[in-house]
Structure formats: structure tokens, C-alpha cells
């Protein structure tokens, strides 16, 4: 299994506030990238890191920040939390870009009241 | 822009029984193409690809899944499934747009093996 572990594991917070959710790679993978599951939409890409201090928005990118500064971490930034944002939130890793296998943590469960 | 389309939401079917699962997407031109599977409480895990080469692929757990590009469909096939293959199943595309690959998944189907 590709090492790649994700924190916290759930976490119930309420509306307005910050949360950041961490993702921690062992494999030296260049590229890594946030995703959030919801029932019916399939996982949809929220921001994603082609290199330290390298990120670009996704296709659902809006009240959410990403910054990555080290190669292993890359962080997901909720500025000011909303019940929309409720998900399970993954994150993943491949080492060329989106055209390879990408590897995904164990999720991030988030309950926003 | 490129879309996924998984028309079936869930397929029950008997253990022991042929399954297919559907995927259809929009733009044909330098796809890779990929199934992932995602058991209850995990993340998802690659089952197969096809990146190039001969169109038909299989993973090591006797699914297969054929690349027809006159279809724009990447099926994905088991002649016999069991108990085990319940799970969540994604098909995901990825197609070059501007200048970088972009990957899209489907919305998933949820294959729920009966005894």
C-alpha cells in the first residue's frame, strides 16, 4: 500500500469556523490532490500540487486553500466551514500527473453543523 | 470538457452470476482510462487501466474491461462474481485539456453481491 495517511480521520465542526485536514505522503510523489466524495457526484477534484508551493483549483475549488510546503504534506483549508462542505474528503498522490495511477488515502470524514 | 457517464446507480446480481458495469465518456481523443473500487470505509484502490496497447485489460481478481473508441465506453466485466467483489466501482477518464491532463470520475455504481 502506497504510504499515504490522512488526519484526523473525522471530525464534527461548526459553521463559520477554520478547519484545515492534513495529508502526509512517504512516497516522494510529485503530485497530490484533494477530493471530496458525495453520494451521486462520484469524487469531484477540489485543488491539487504539482510541486512544493506549486497548486492549482480544481473543478469545485470555491471556500476551499491548499498549501504545500515540503514535498510529503499537502493541506486542505476550509476558510470558514459550511454544511455544504459535509464530505468525506480524500486525498491521493501519483508521481507524473492525472494521466497515471493515483493512490488514495484512507479519507477524511467531515460533519459540518 | 470531458464527462463520465455511469448510467447504473446500483446492480444487484447472485453470486456466481455475470456482471457488467457501464462506462461511457464524451471525448475520445489521448484518454487514459482507469477503474477504481472502493470497499466499505476505505479508500479507492486502482482495479485496472488502459493506457495503451492491446483494448482489452485485465486485474488480477478476474475483472476485464475493453476500450472501444468508436463507443467512447470502457465496460468493465466479470463472468462470475463473489461475495468479496461488493463494493463501490468508479470509472475515471483522463484526457488532456489546454495544456495538462485532467481526470474526471463517473459517479460510481455500487455492485451488491447476493448469496
Known amino acids: 500500500d502506497a504510504g499515504i495517511t490522512q488526519s484526523p480521520r473525522h471530525k464534527v465542526t461548526e459553521t463559520g469556523t477554520p478547519v484545515t485536514l492534513r495529508c502526509h505522503q512517504t512516497?516522494?510523489?510529485?503530485?497530490m490532490y484533494w477530493y471530496r466524495q458525495d453520494p451521486g457526484h462520484g469524487l469531484r477534484l477540489i485543488h491539487y500540487?504539482?510541486?512544493?508551493?506549486?497548486?492549482d483549483k480544481g473543478e469545485v475549488s470555491d471556500g476551499y486553500s491548499v498549501s504545500r510546503s515540503k514535498t510529503e504534506d499537502f493541506l486542505l483549508t476550509l476558510e470558514s466551514a459550511t454544511s455544504s462542505q459535509t464530505s468525506v474528503y480524500f486525498c491521493?498522490?501519483?508521481?507524473?500527473?492525472?494521466?497515471?495511477?493515483?493512490?488514495f488515502g484512507p479519507g477524511t470524514r467531515l460533519l459540518v453543523l | 470538457a470531458q464527462s463520465v457517464t455511469q448510467l447504473d446507480s446500483q446492480v444487484p446480481v447472485f453470486e456466481e452470476a455475470p456482471v457488467e458495469l457501464r462506462c461511457n465518456y464524451s471525448?475520445?481523443?489521448?484518454?487514459?482510462l482507469f477503474w477504481y473500487v472502493q470497499y466499505p470505509n476505505q479508500g479507492l484502490q486502482l482495479l485496472l487501466k488502459?493506457?495503451?496497447?492491446?483494448?482489452l485489460v485485465e486485474s488480477i481478481n478476474g475483472f476485464e474491461a475493453e476500450f472501444n473508441k468508436s463507443q467512447t465506453s470502457f465496460h468493465l466485466r466479470k463472468p462470475s462474481v463473489h461475495i468479496s467483489d461488493t463494493a463501490e466501482y468508479f470509472c475515471?477518464?483522463?484526457?488532456?485539456?489546454?495544456?495538462?491532463?485532467?481526470?474526471?470520475f463517473g459517479s460510481g455504481t455500487r455492485l451488491l453481491v447476493r448469496p
Open positions: 512516497e516522494n510523489h510529485r503530485y
Open positions: 500540487s504539482y510541486g512544493v508551493k506549486d497548486t
Open positions: 488502459y493506457l495503451s496497447g492491446s483494448t
Open positions: 475515471a477518464v483522463s484526457s488532456r485539456m489546454d495544456s495538462s491532463y485532467k481526470l474526471i
Open positions: 471525448s475520445s481523443v489521448s484518454v487514459y
Open positions: 491521493a498522490i501519483s508521481e507524473i500527473g492525472p494521466q497515471e495511477t493515483q493512490y
